[in-house]
């Protein structure tokens, strides 16, 4: 079985609210992230390295 023949066609609501989980999770994130940089708790540096090895991850389990 491949990863397309099990997905299914969202409808308008499940959309909308997958993306509003998605847009929250990414707003909460980058909040998180700047603040801890702006406590000094955190290098710059460190944070855009979890931001990417978050995102690659994401983008490797949601790939077709």
Same mark, same amino acid.
């Given at each position: 079985?491949?990863?397309?023949?099990?997905?299914?066609?969202?409808?308008?609501?499940?959309?909308?609210?997958?993306v509003?989980?998605?847009?929250?999770?990414?707003? #909460? *994130?980058?909040?998180?992230?700047?603040?801890r940089? %702006?406590? =000094? @708790?955190?290098? $710059?540096?460190?944070? #855009? *390295?979890?931001?990417?090895?978050?995102i690659?991850i %994401?983008? =490797? @389990?949601t790939? $077709?």
């Amino acid at each position: 079985w491949s990863r397309r023949s099990r997905k299914r066609s969202r409808s308008g609501l499940e959309l909308g609210a997958a993306v509003l989980v998605t847009a929250a999770a990414i707003l #909460l *994130a980058t909040t998180t992230g700047f603040l801890r940089v %702006a406590a =000094g @708790r955190h290098y $710059p540096t460190d944070v #855009l *390295a979890g931001a990417l090895i978050g995102i690659l991850i %994401a983008w =490797g @389990r949601t790939r $077709p």
